[in-house]
């Protein structure tokens, strides 16, 4: 009788754990899925990266620094190497490697 009875128990423990056997792959495909989604709605907002391109006041204004932001332009201490892939970053989408002539 104890047998049957823990056989019993075993049994109901296997079937209750084995409910979702899928979950954990399921999870790792929602996460793959909300990280695609999150960024196409990123790049849904920038334009492709021209051949050549003019900053505006409005583009330095996307910069982190506030001296480019405010005096629209790249200075000894502020140099455009440090700050203008941020701006482009911001404006634009584009191939990896791909060239643009920026004035």
């Known amino acids: 009788m104890k047998k049957i009875l823990f056989l019993t128990v075993l049994a109901f423990g296997f079937?209750?754990?084995?409910?979702?056997p899928m979950q954990e792959i399921n999870d790792e495909l929602d996460k793959a899925?909300?990280?695609?989604?999150?960024?196409?709605?990123?790049?849904?907002?920038?334009?492709?990266?021209?051949?050549?391109?003019?900053?505006?006041?409005?583009?330095?204004?996307?910069?982190?620094?506030?001296?480019?932001?405010?005096?629209?332009?790249?200075?000894?201490?502020?140099?455009?190497?440090?700050?203008?892939?941020?701006i482009l970053y911001k404006k634009f989408t584009a191939e990896d490697a791909q060239s643009m002539m920026i004035t």
Do not use: R
Not at 51 to 66: H, K, V
């Open 33 to 86: 899925l909300n990280a695609e989604n999150s960024k196409a709605l990123f790049l849904k907002d920038l334009q492709i990266a021209p051949a050549a391109y003019t900053l505006t006041d409005e583009d330095y204004e996307l910069s982190s620094n506030e001296s480019v932001g405010n005096y629209k332009n790249f200075s000894g201490y502020d140099l455009p190497k440090d700050f203008l892939p941020e």
């Open 15 to 20: 079937i209750f754990n084995a409910c979702e």
